[in-house]
C-alpha cells in the first residue's frame, strides 16, 4: 500500500474533490474529521485547549467553538501554531491507526486529506504522491466569503494565514485545477483516479512490509531458539 497526500487551500475545493474521490471508492482519511475527533470532551487535547485558550472557546455542551477558536488562531500566529502543537500530534497517531487497518485490508492505496500537508511537512516524507487542489486567487477569495459570510477582510485574513495555493502548487506532483466548472474537475478527478489504480507502486511497499515482517518473526524466533536451549 502507498500514500497519497491530498490538500488545497481554504476554499479551494479540496473538500468536493475527497468526496468525488470517495464516490470512486478511495479510502480516504479525512484530517479535519480526525482533528473533531481528538478534541472530544475530556481527551487530552481538548484538556490541552482548554487550558491554554480558556473556558471562553466552549459552547454551552462543553464541546469546543471552532469557528470562536478559528477566529482567535487567525489572528494570532502564535496561538495558531500553540494550537497546531496541541493538535496534530494526536492527529497523526489517529491516522496512523487508521491507515494500519486499511493496510491489514489490504488496500492498494490510501489519500491522507490533509489541508496543511505542505504547511507542517511532517508526512510528506511518508507519501508517494501528492496532489494540490488549486483555484486561482479571485475564485478563493469569493468562494470564501460566499461560503462563510465573511467580509473581504476577513476572507483575506483567513486566506493570508495559510501558505499561498501558489506555492502548494509547485511542491505537488499532482494539480487539480478547480476554477471552473464541477465537471471539469471531475473529470480532472477521473484521470487521477485511473493513474493510481494503474500504478504499481503498492507491490513495492508491500513486498517491503513482507520482508520486514519476516526478517523480525525470523528474529523472534531464533531469540525464543536461544533462550530455551
Known amino acids: 500500500m502507498f500514500l497519497v ?3 488545497g487551500g481554504i476554499a479551494s475545493g479540496k473538500s468536493t ?6 464516490e470512486l ?16 470532551p475530556q481527551s487530552p487535547a481538548y484538556r490541552l485547549i482548554v487550558r491554554h485558550f480558556g473556558r471562553e472557546i ?10 470562536k477558536l478559528g477566529q482567535i488562531i487567525f489572528s494570532s500566529p502564535e496561538k495558531r501554531k500553540l494550537l497546531n502543537s496541541i493538535t496534530h500530534p494526536e492527529i497523526h497517531k489517529e491516522m496512523f491507526k487508521q491507515i494500519l487497518l486499511y493496510f491489514v485490508k489490504g488496500y492498494r492505496y490510501v489519500i491522507l486529506d490533509v489541508p496543511l ?6 508526512l510528506t516524507r511518508f507519501l508517494t504522491h501528492t496532489v494540490v487542489v488549486y483555484c486561482d486567487p479571485a475564485t478563493q477569495l469569493s468562494r470564501l466569503m460566499q461560503r462563510d459570510g465573511l467580509s473581504q477582510e476577513e476572507a483575506e485574513q483567513r486566506i493570508g494565514a495559510q501558505m499561498p495555493l501558489k506555492e502548494k502548487r509547485g511542491l505537488a506532483n499532482h494539480v487539480i485545477e478547480n476554477s471552473g466548472s464541477r465537471e471539469d474537475t471531475h473529470r480532472q478527478v477521473l484521470r ?12 513495492v511497499v508491500r ?12 528474529l523472534f524466533l531464533y531469540t525464543v531458539r536461544l533462550l530455551v536451549s
Do not use: W, Y
Open 5 to 7: 497526500g491530498l490538500t
Open 17 to 22: 474533490v475527497s468526496s468525488q474521490l470517495k
Open 25 to 40: 471508492g478511495c479510502p480516504v482519511i479525512d484530517a479535519d474529521v480526525v482533528a473533531r475527533k481528538v478534541v472530544e
Open 58 to 67: 466552549l459552547l454551552d455542551n462543553g464541546e469546543i467553538d471552532r469557528r
Open 117 to 122: 500537508l505542505f504547511e507542517t511537512r511532517r
Open 192 to 203: 487521477l483516479h485511473t493513474k493510481l489504480e494503474d500504478s504499481m507502486e503498492f507491490l
Open 207 to 218: 513486498a517491503i512490509a513482507v520482508a520486514a515482517f519476516a526478517g523480525l518473526s525470523g
